[in-house]
């Protein structure tokens, strides 16, 4: 599985910014994608997941009610659109997925990785 992210750029508290990811090497349904961010000097920390399949997902506390995951399992696309940005989610922000269908927030169970997107929020 490969995945290629892009969309990151530099915005303004309160902007909004898309992320995408293209996908692909799927060799059946059963995965589940997730974005990912590390921001400097933390470790990797988990955005939010989405089963490629039926849709559902999960979010972390910190981004709730502001980002939103969306997958295209025909166009094997998936995105994240992030609304109301904040200095803090300043980051370098990675696509993932692992095989299953559990929604996994510990980057340890993401086998597949795509290079990151900058995102840098700042007036």
């Known amino acids: 599985v490969q995945l290629q992210a892009s969309g990151g750029g530099l915005v303004e508290p309160g902007d909004s910014l898309r992320l995408s990811c293209v996908v692909s090497?799927?060799?059946?349904?059963?995965?589940?994608m997730g974005w990912f961010r590390q921001r400097p000097g933390k470790e990797r920390e988990f955005v939010a997941s989405?089963?490629?399949?039926?849709?559902?997902?999960d979010y972390a506390d910190a981004v709730k009610g502001r980002f939103t995951i969306s997958r295209d399992y025909i166009k094997d696309t998936m995105a994240l659109q992030m609304n109301n940005l904040k200095p803090e989610d300043t980051a370098l922000y990675y696509c993932?997925?692992?095989?299953?269908?559990?929604?996994?927030?510990?980057?340890?169970?993401?086998?597949?990785w795509g290079q990151g997107t900058q995102v840098t929020v700042s007036s």
């Open positions: 993932a997925a692992r095989d299953g269908t559990v929604l996994h927030t510990a980057a340890a169970r993401y086998a597949y």
């Open positions: 989405i089963k490629w399949r039926l849709g559902s997902s």
């Open positions: 090497g799927l060799t059946s349904s059963t995965y589940v």
